[in-house]
């Protein structure tokens, strides 16, 4: 079994900063690429940003600039440190694992139960 935790999530006040953690935990080999997703009230889930075992990143245009991926490979975790939010940035943050190699020869996709960022003064 491989399960996702986040962590780190809670309330800010607009242009302020928190960091979202999430690690993996499981009889993991390996995982391709891990990311950030969200969704706000009333809207369909949207990537947020995402990151391989590589180090390429790639991040939605909404977030460009304030919000950083990051991932300790060692360790299957993942982190977005999201600085300058906005009130638009409210909602359940889910992490995800992407082709993420267990000795049965499978590969999985994974999600975190989410972290809710509430973005208000």
């Known amino acids: 079994q491989v399960q996702l935790v986040e962590s780190g999530g809670g309330l800010v006040q607009p242009g302020g900063s928190l960091r979202l953690s999430c690690a993996a935990s499981g009889r993991i080999l390996s995982i391709n690429a891990m990311g950030w997703y969200r969704q706000a009230p009333g809207k369909q889930r949207e990537l947020v940003a995402t990151?391989?075992?590589?180090?390429?990143?790639t991040y939605a245009d909404s977030v460009k600039g304030r919000f950083t991926i990051s991932r300790d490979n060692a360790k299957n975790e993942v982190y977005l440190q999201m600085n300058s939010l906005k009130p638009e940035d409210t909602a359940v943050y889910y992490c995800?694992?992407?082709?993420?190699?267990?000795?049965?020869?499978?590969?999985?996709?994974?999600w975190g139960q989410g972290t809710l960022v509430t973005v208000s003064s």
């Open positions: 995800n694992a992407a082709d993420v190699k267990v000795p049965t020869f499978r590969y999985l996709d994974v």
């Open positions: 990151i391989t075992s590589g180090g390429s990143t």
